[in-house]
C-alpha cells in the first residue's frame, strides 16, 4: 500500500531484487517508478519492468477488497496506512494473509521521558492522527501475523520531510546554526536505505512476529565548522513555523546494526540530492533572523 514516495522507493527495490513479485497500490497520481539518484538506467529499467500496479483509493473500501481478493497477496506492506478503519477492508479481503508489515511512526506521540513508544500512548494534539490508534489491536483481535515498525525521523535522498536539507541550506549560506538550549540527541538517525532493509528483514521472521519494533551535516558536504546559537523556544513566536526541523527529543532504539553510520548518511543524502541542487523546501530564513536578532539584542 504506498510506494511511491521515500520509504517505498528503496523499499520496492529491495523486495524485487530479492526475487519476490511486487505490486504497488497506490492511486495513480503519481509515477508508478522514478529513477533514484545515482541509479544506472540499467537497472531502473530492469526494476521497472517488474514492478506490477494496482490503482485505487484505500478509502474505497469496497473496491480495496475486491480488488485485493481477486489478487490473493501473500504479504501486505503498508507504508501510508493511518487509521484502523483503513486496515480492516485488506484483511477481510485476504483471510490467508501470511503477514502484514505495517509502517507506523513515533512523530505523533506526545513527548516522553520513558521511550519507546506504544500504540497505547497519549497522542499529540498536533499530529495528523486526532485519535486513539488502534492498528495494532486491531491486527491483534484478528489474528493476524503482524510487524510494526515505528520509526522517527528518517533521513536519505528524497526526503520529503526536509530535515538535513534544513542544516544544508544555512550550512551553504554560512549562516549560524540556531539549536534549542534544552539540545538534540540526534546520532542515530534511521537512514531510509537502513529501513528498507529492516522492512526486508522483518519479512517472514519469527522475532518480528505480532512485534512493534522501534527503529530508529557538516562532514558530508564538506562544509566550515559553522556557528552555533543556541536559544530557548518559549522566548518566541514562530507562528506554524517550525525553528528548528526535530523535536528537542530524540531516542533511537535498534535491534541490529546499520550500514550508515551518521556521518556516511548524511553524505549519502548530499552526494545523492541536496549536492546535486535538488531539495524539496527553499531556504527560509525567517524564524533564524528572529532568534539571531534577539540573541544580539540580549548580547549587547
Known sequence: ?????????????????????VTLFTRGKAP?????????????????????HLKGDRKDFEFVKSSLSAEGFDVVYDINGREAE?????????????QYIYCSSAGVYLKTDLPPHYEVDAVDPKSRHKGKLE??????????????????????????????????HRLKAGRPIPIPNSG????????????????????????????????????AGGFPEPEIIHFNPKEFDFGKKKAFPFRDQQRVYLGWKPEFGLVE??????????????????????????????????QS
Open 1 to 21: 500500500m504506498g510506494g511511491t514516495r521515500f520509504i517505498g522507493l528503496f523499499l520496492s527495490r529491495h523486495l524485487v531484487k530479492e526475487g519476490h513479485q
Open 32 to 52: 508508478i517508478t522514478q529513477q533514484l539518484p545515482g541509479e544506472s538506467d540499467k537497472d531502473f529499467a530492469d526494476f521497472s519492468s517488474k514492478i506490477l
Open 86 to 98: 483503513e486496515v480492516e477492508p485488506i484483511l477481510d479481503a485476504l483471510p490467508k494473509l501470511e
Open 135 to 168: 492498528t495494532e489491536s486491531l491486527l491483534k483481535s484478528r489474528g493476524v501475523n503482524w510487524t510494526s515498525l515505528r520509526p522517527v525521523y528518517i533521513y536519505g535522498p528524497l526526503n520529503y520531510n526536509p530535515v538535513e536539507e534544513w542544516f544544508f
Open 184 to 219: 538534540i540527541q540526534i546520532t542515530q538517525l534511521g537512514h531510509v536505505k537502513d529501513l528498507a532493509r529492516a522492512f526486508v528483514q522483518v519479512l517472514g521472521n519469527e522475532k518480528a512476529s505480532k512485534a512493534s519494533i522501534q527503529h530508529l551535516w557538516r562532514e
Open 265 to 298: 548518511g548524511l553524505a549519502d543524502s548530499y552526494n545523492l540530492d541536496f549536492g546535486r541542487g535538488t531539495f524539496r523546501k527553499e531556504a527560509d530564513f525567517s524564524t533564524d533572523d528572529l532568534i539571531l536578532g534577539k540573541s544580539l539584542v540580549l
